[in-house]
Structure formats: C-alpha cells, structure tokens
C-alpha cells in the first residue's frame, strides 16, 4: 500500500501543475492519496516552501521530494 502524501504548491504555479501530471497515473492506477495544500494559507509555509514549490511530503514519515520529479523518482521515494 502506498503512503499518503501531500502536494506543495499554490493555485497559478506552471510546475505545481506538472507535478500533478506526473502523480495522476499513480493516484488513478495505484491508489496514491495525494492532499493538495496551498502554501499561501499559511504564512510559514509561505517562508519554507515559496522557493521549492512544488514538493511531494509523505504524511508518514515527513520525508519530502523536491521538484523537479519524474515517475520513477516517485516511486521510489514512496517505497
């Protein structure tokens, strides 16, 4: 079973959308969750991640992949 992961980014970002492009065979194929959060709803967040959106976190254990990301790359950072 895969983790659940969150999706960092925010609404009108060009990469935040490829990286959904390249999770949507995984959520759709494999059963990935994937919780989209918008950084802009937190000022921390903000200051954390406005310079690394978008980025892939695993709820379980924190662990966080950085764009750019392909499928492959993925995969094995959920195993």
């Not at 999770?23 to 994937?34: A, E, K, Y």
């Amino acid at each position: 079973m895969l983790p659940e992961c969150q999706l960092l980014g925010t609404l009108g970002c060009h990469l935040c959308e490829l990286a959904e492009r390249v999770l949507m065979p995984l959520v759709l194929d494999n059963g990935l969750l994937v919780e989209l959060v918008d950084i802009a709803d937190s000022e921390e967040m903000v200051e954390a991640y406005s310079l690394r959106i978008p980025v892939l976190r695993r709820v379980d254990t924190g662990a966080e992949l950085d764009w750019p990301f392909d499928t492959e790359q993925v995969v094995h950072f959920l195993l």
